[in-house]
């Protein structure tokens, strides 16, 4: 009935990226810069902080390029790991021109889910990045992979298992050190996770594999203890919670970092991460974009007047 | 890794007790009623329904003759378990006088809890409530019990395992079918629940207990899950997770209903209620109240358009 937990995990902070990336106000330089720099304070080791997108489909990252040359002149540049999302080779060329270090590309394994955010069948989708993957490669840039819907889509309800093991072979080929299994509409259950999971440690260790939880339902924090009992180690999170879910407006999407540190913490696992100065951050993009906080944790906090 | 789950869990329902007494707004007795109404149709079995307290000091719960009355006369009165809070012999009198058929008495692991709560040490509480416990026992109305603070206080901090196994047993003793352990103010976490519960389901079997969980900082449905894996089947919740948190304004009390229920549901663990009617009865009473929810379950639902 115990399962061991492993002694520490590592958080991969998704907020200024993902997470304002799908928050409808469209917040400054300055803004997102202090966002990160107080983020970067809190012991996160890595942090997603923008992506290599048209301005005109997605204001909210416009301004990759000034972002990453002002982070690029900051202390924790090369301390920490500062992925940015590419979508193409375009987007992979910018991203090597402006000193990223690392990079992420992003398939699912829903073919209408693909079809739908990237026009692409999911063949099409890693044929796509794969001259994007090897750019990075002979560049010396690191590469993450992300895999949407792999607890279930949208459009096609519970996807298949067969076709996520092909796509983390895919993406492992390509070259990318971690890929992160993504519950993008917050359905996923413990089960599931245990069974999914079981499944996919026969052929891949822990440290190769994030898990990315959505809260939509409240079960992120049930769905990342179970992965904890399954072995995993490395879990995406929001600042706050950041992000919303884009398929249902006024519900929750990531998982809140302040919840996942806090449940992680309690246990004795060590994330390394300073919940105080998470706070910190999170109250100063809270405040910005007019927005309440998802977290619990936070909640409690803030409202315990600290 | 895998621990085998329950095919079937019980829910109690505290909303119209435990839930609206910690609400600032005292509700009229027709819109309590309606509550009840609409969660007795859901499937739930058990409904805590109202508290016989003094109505200068409890306010919220200062018509329970009147709500009593009106139960009475429904037709779930004799298919459902409707247990009503009694905090000594005069309320447990007037219990008897008005057809209650289940009680519920309450005490705590921490004395500093319990001196503020109820002016009483644990021993003292104890005390207090055999007399309570006698006359339950021979008028042929069921007991159950609470037990607050077992997984911290907010005076004292951890409280005592083995002044809860002294608790537990002195409960069961007085007759109490069902103890109900409490995470009062939200800080258990999962590892702490399974080491508890390793030692209680040493001498009490998973149907003499019930698991109160707070989702005070996001980790109750991680507990439950924790509970599930040791065993536990009855779980205390309340719609929508009325309640708040009475020792930070502002934040999450109660585990909601909804979101205990999706989980389970959604790993194969039955428990009879509907998630639609169940929505139905919140929204309910939610729009009484003027309250958004703290369910992520019910926030996507009613954000889903339904």
């Known amino acids: 009935m115990f399962n061991t937990l492993p002694k520490s995990a590592r958080i991969i902070e998704v907020g200024p990226r993902d997470g304002l990336q799908n928050e409808a106000k469209v917040l400054d330089l300055s803004t997102k810069v202090e966002f990160i720099d ?9 942090i997603e902080v923008t992506s290599f997108v048209r301005a005109d489909k997605i204001p909210q990252m416009g301004d990759a390029k000034e972002l990453f040359k002002t982070i690029k002149e ?22 090597i021109d402006n000193g990223v270090k690392e990079v992420a590309i992003f398939t699912a394994t829903s073919n209408t889910f693909n ?50 093991m092909d796509i983390l072979s895919a993406l492992k080929d390509m070259g990318c050190y971690e890929i992160s299994l993504g519950d993008t509409i917050g359905v996923a259950n413990p089960l599931q996770v245990k069974n999914i999971l079981s499944r996919v440690f026969k052929t891949h260790s822990a440290n190769e594999l994030a898990m990315h939880f959505h809260d939509t339902r409240g079960l992120a924090l049930a769905n990342i203890l179970a992965s904890l009992e399954m072995g995993a180690t490395n ?61 619990k944790y936070l909640t409690a906090y803030l409202a315990s007047g600290k």
């Open 235 to 295: 879990f995406d999170s929001s600042a706050a919670g950041l992000g919303g879910c884009p398929y249902a407006k006024g519900a929750t999407g990531n998982v809140a970092t302040e919840d996942v540190v806090y449940m992680l913490e309690s246990m004795g696992v060590s994330t390394g991460v300073d919940l105080e100065k998470m706070a910190h951050a999170s109250k100063y993009i809270l405040e910005a974009l007019g927005k309440e906080s998802s977290s």
């Open 74 to 95: 900051r202390d924790y540049y090369n301390k920490l790991n500062l992925p940015c999302l590419v979508p193409n080779t375009k987007g992979m060329e910018l991203a």
């Open 38 to 46: 107080r983020l970067a304070l809190t012991g996160l080791e890595t």
């Open 115 to 164: 079809q739908r955010n990237i026009n692409a069948t999911i063949e099409e989708s890693l044929e796509r990045f794969r001259p994007v993957a090897k750019l990075a490669t002979d560049n010396g840039i690191k590469i993450r992979g992300y895999i949407s819907t792999v607890f279930g889509c949208p459009y096609e309800g519970e996807t298949s298992v067969d076709s996520l």
